[in-house]
């Protein structure tokens, strides 16, 4: 009998987290939708492009939603049992208050990881061609940045013609093994350089152990060098936030991978704040849940639905704002990030943890 039972509220429960998601798609699908048809109405496409663009968008969206998501889904299916009278057979029949509360809870916990683990890496994926696809069409670039298997290559539109750069990787402030390439503005190639290490610190770039090849009437001469300063529109740390995009990082390889990330070149302290920000997500779910119960489980009282949706709206735009606060004051150095990242987790665990103590007394 408990399990049947335990099998109706987990797939009702479900039920209702679906219907939200589906429903946050759509929206999601007619409001991008407007934004890839003004990025791409100069431009000569098929109309299915911007919505296949969109398509591929929404879900990276719908991750970042997830804990506002699961507390308006659960806020929707706990209303409607206790309205139904379901919640208190619940209770005759031995299911206490806080035993529902830790199994909605423990189910949202569980859905965090499975969306971390499953879900994650096919968005991560599907962000990484939405950016790449976009890039190919963006108007007005005039340099470009990108890390590949190969390393990093970078492209600059100079007075005079055109610089390639390309580097094997990236080591705190230098480049490593790096080829640089200048071309005039008929493409031709005016002189090219090899350097062991490039110190990119600042946007004049430190070249060191030159070896340099430069046109003379079509015939490339030889010339060793110590040292070489050359005008850069990047530096390290240009080059560093062009990738600080935690979303084309999937959760498996920032658990699995950091080696391989730190040799492309990112950054140390981001790929763990990058983790940390997504190890929160299955607590997060969890306490959301957890603050839907207290709100919908203190009463039986029908006439008070509208009250609890006026206030789980409050209670949805304060966690939002107090996320944002504390990631700013992390962002801002007042507080160390990691601290700045678990702090709402853990401000939202003592309010949850009275509020189910409170309606487990009654």
């Known amino acids: 009998m408990s399990q049947v039972l335990l099998n109706y509220i987990l797939r009702n429960f479900l039920k209702y987290f679906f219907i939200v998601v589906i429903v946050i798609y759509g929206f999601g699908i007619i409001l991008n939708l407007f934004e890839e048809i003004e990025f791409f109405k100069e431009i000569d496409v098929n109309i299915f492009l911007p919505l296949m663009l969109t398509g591929i968008f929404v879900p990276s969206m719908i991750l970042d939603l997830l804990p506002f998501i699961i507390f308006v889904?659960?806020?929707?299916?706990?209303?409607?049992?206790?309205?139904?009278?379901?919640?208190?057979?619940?209770?005759?029949?031995?299911?206490?208050?806080?035993?529902?509360?830790?199994?909605?809870?423990?189910?949202?916990?569980m859905v965090g990881w499975l969306m971390l683990i499953a879900v994650n890496p096919a968005t991560s994926s599907m962000l990484r061609f939405y950016e790449k696809t976009k890039s190919q069409y963006a108007r007005d670039i005039d340099h470009l940045v990108n890390f590949n298997r190969n390393g990093l290559w970078i492209k600059e539109n100079l007075n005079d013609g055109q610089r390639i750069v390309t580097a094997k990787k990236l080591e705190e402030n230098n480049l490593i093994d790096v080829e640089i390439f200048h071309f005039n503005k008929e493409m031709l190639l005016r002189n090219k350089m090899f350097s062991k290490k490039v110190n990119i610190e600042n946007y004049q770039w430190i070249l060191n152990d030159i070896v340099l090849f430069e046109s003379n009437n079509s015939v490339f001469v030889k010339k060793e060098m110590e040292t070489y300063i050359i005008n850069s529109n990047y530096n390290h740390q240009k080059i560093i936030n062009l990738f600080n995009n935690s979303k084309t990082i999937s959760f498996l390889d920032l658990v699995f991978n950091i080696k391989e990330l730190t040799d492309k070149g990112y950054d140390k302290d981001f790929i763990k704040y990058s983790l940390h920000s997504m190890l929160v997500l299955p607590f997060f779910l969890f306490l959301m849940t957890g603050l839907a119960a207290i709100l919908t489980m203190h009463t039986f009282k029908r006439f008070d639905n509208y009250k609890f949706i006026i206030i789980g709206l409050i209670v949805c735009v304060l966690v939002y704002y107090l996320k944002d606060l504390s990631l700013a004051l992390g962002k801002t150095g007042r507080v160390p990030e990691i601290i700045s990242i678990w702090s709402p987790v853990i401000t939202l665990s003592f309010f949850t943890f009275i509020g189910v103590l409170q309606i487990n007394e009654k």
Not at 75 to 95: E, P, S, T
Request: hydrophobic share 60%.
């Open 73 to 109: 889904s659960s806020m929707i299916f706990m209303i409607k049992i206790r309205n139904n009278k379901d919640f208190l057979i619940l209770k005759v029949i031995g299911f206490s208050t806080l035993k529902l509360f830790f199994i909605f809870a423990f189910t949202s916990f």
